[in-house]
Nanobody, 124 residues
Framework: QVQLVETGGGLVQAGGSLRLSCAAS????????MGWFRQAPGKEREFVAA????????KYADSVKGRFTISRDNAKNTVYLQMDSLKPEDTAVYYC?????????????????WGQGTQVTVSS
């Protein structure tokens, strides 16, 4: 089992940047595929980015491609989401998810473990 804690959210102006971190504990982090999802008020949770166990394979939602970068440091048990050129429509609670697998997943129901989320607010 793995526990996840997201940090790094906050309030930023449009065009700005934030870096989210998701620290994992309780299991061997490198065995897990990791993903970032977000949920805006009144909307479904949606896929943002995913990364496989080694960091060698990544996927992004079309809405964030070219602006967001997912990465991981298995030595630090942490996955990151670097968010640049932020837009007001990026405002949401951001969650990281984990699944015990060497593959890569984009569906929220494919993840077994979730953090508590961190709020990102982008002002216009």
């Amino acid at each position: 089992q793995v526990q996840l804690v997201e940090t790094g959210g906050g309030l930023v102006q449009a065009g700005g940047s934030l870096r989210l971190s998701c620290a994992a504990s309780g299991s061997t982090f490198s065995w897990y595929a990791m993903g970032w999802f977000r949920q805006a008020p009144g909307k479904e949770r949606e896929f943002v980015a995913a990364i496989n166990w080694s960091g060698g394979s990544t996927k992004y939602a079309d809405s964030v491609k070219g602006r967001f970068t997912i990465s991981r440091d298995n030595a630090k048990n942490t996955v990151y989401l670097q968010m640049d050129s932020l837009k007001p429509e990026d405002t949401a609670v951001y969650y990281c998810g984990a699944r015990y697998s060497r593959a890569l997943f984009v569906g929220q129901y494919e993840y077994n473990y979730w953090g508590q989320g961190t709020q990102v607010t982008v002002s216009s």
